[in-house]
């Protein structure tokens, strides 16, 4: 298993520019989310989805899109890039289904943007 | 509002000594903790964790301990090493989903 990966591994943008970050995983998890690591801020909570078709708010949504159209992949989409959303993004995932639960989550290398 | 703290930055210990990483919170809803380590350039790997209704949980080096009524959580790594160098997130979660992270904690044990 690949676990969970995230591309591209650094990204450049300008003011204004739209970009998606990619996200998948290979193991089945119901359960992904994206985070974002800002220095002294720890980790913030941006998007999750519990399942395919099924998306919900963070801690820090805004300027932020995501979708959810199968297990494997959970996109994040940045509309109008700003110099705010200059960050290390993690996307994680974790297994939901069955009669346990599981609150640990497997996280990806990330992706380290700067917005210029 | 920050649900979860680490209000130490940094730690630095000896080889072989104890380190000790605490960790804050005050949702009295969080039932369920974890603790990540993260190295640069990679993503946070999961630790331990630990349910409310436990107060220790132990695996390894490394040892977790609730205080419910203080609200408050820590990690002991005995011994330390220096591959133990990292930054540690704790984490908590009031249902099976959302994590709230701390700040992290940058450890350095020297040798």
């Known amino acids: 298993n690949a676990g969970v990966t995230q591309t591209p591994k650094f990204q450049v943008l300008k003011t204004g520019q739209s970009m998606t970050l990619q996200c998948a995983q290979d193991?089945?998890?119901?359960?992904m989310s994206w985070y974002r690591q800002d220095p002294g801020m720890g980790l913030r909570l941006i998007h999750y989805?519990?399942?395919?078709?099924?998306?919900d708010q963070g801690e820090v949504p805004n300027g932020y899109n995501v979708s959810r159209s199968t297990t494997e992949d959970f996109p994040l989409r940045l509309l109008s890039a700003a110099p705010s959303q200059t960050s290390v993004y993690f996307c994680?995932?974790?297994?939901?289904?069955?009669?346990?639960?599981?609150?640990?989550?497997?996280f990806g290398p990330g992706t380290r943007l700067t917005v210029t | 509002d920050q649900q979860v703290k680490q209000n130490s930055p940094s730690l630095s210990v000896q080889e072989g000594r104890i380190s000790i990483l605490n960790c804050d919170y005050t949702n009295s809803m969080f039932d369920y903790f974890l603790w990540y380590k993260k190295y640069p350039a990679e993503g946070p790997t999961f630790l331990i964790s630990i349910s409310s209704i436990k107060d220790k949980n132990e695996d390894g080096r490394f040892t977790v301990f609730l205080n419910k009524s203080a609200k408050h959580l820590s990690l002991h790594i005995v011994p330390s090493q220096p591959g133990d160098s990292a930054v540690y997130f704790c984490a908590a979660s009031a249902d099976t989903g959302k994590l709230i992270f701390g700040q992290g904690t940058t450890l350095q044990v020297k040798p």
């Open positions: 989805s519990v399942g395919a078709g099924i998306t």
């Open positions: 994680a995932s974790k297994f939901t289904s069955g009669t346990g639960q599981s609150y640990e989550q497997y």
């Open positions: 193991m089945n998890h119901e359960y």
